[in-house]
């Protein structure tokens, strides 16, 4: 049974950093290009970053990029995103999953929210 935990989000202030972590079990996480979504208040839910399988590579969304570094370890099966330089915008429960495609998604999990306010 997939399981995907989102922890390490809080308040924040703007300009400040918070570091996200994505458990995961119940699949071959090395398998799987990984990504983190967003949704922010009255906001559908959106694309922040992808990692590929070996996190040799990383896509970024126009909003976040420069200031959010995603990252994995296949060995503890987590996924992370550093977060630097939040904005008020940033405020969001972010979520973490497979890369979306037509393949779907896995259940999504609870998220962890992220609050940037001064």
């Known amino acids: 049974q997939v399981q995907l935990v989102e922890s390490g989000g809080g308040l924040a202030q703007p300009g400040g950093s918070l570091r996200l972590s994505c458990l995961t079990s119940?699949?071959?996480?090395?398998?799987?290009?990984m990504g983190w979504y967003r949704q922010g208040p009255r906001k559908t839910r959106e694309f922040v970053a992808t990692i590929t399988t070996t996190g040799g590579s990383a896509n970024y969304a126009d909003s976040v990029k420069g200031r959010f570094t995603i990252s994995r370890d296949n060995v503890r099966n987590t996924m992370y995103l550093q977060m630097n330089s939040l904005k008020p915008e940033d405020t969001a429960v972010y979520y973490c999953?497979?890369?979306?495609?037509?393949?779907?998604?896995?259940?999504w999990g609870q998220g962890t929210q992220v609050t940037v306010s001064s």
């Open positions: 119940g699949f071959t996480f090395s398998g799987y290009d």
């Open positions: 999953n497979r890369r979306l495609s037509n393949n779907g998604a896995f259940p």
